[in-house]
């Protein structure tokens, strides 16, 4: 993994797991999938994060 950063203005987690350049980018929910020309996945961008951080803290915390 190269670097973790979270951007606060955004509301965004990014995990960049590769320097390689962005091709195209497929969003599900409230995760965004970056990758290279050659299908690698670049960049995961978890959107809302303290939001989702929260819900599933709430929920892991009622299941047990």
Known sequence: MKKIS???DVD???IELSSDPIAYAEHE???I???SQDAKL???EILDFRR???HEMV???LAS
């Open 33 to 35: 999938l970056h990758y």
């Open 12 to 14: 965004a987690l990014l």
């Open 42 to 44: 670049v960049l995961v």
């Open 59 to 61: 929920t892991a915390l």
């Open 29 to 31: 929910g409230q995760v």
């Open 52 to 54: 989702l951080m929260s």
């Open 6 to 8: 979270y951007s606060k």
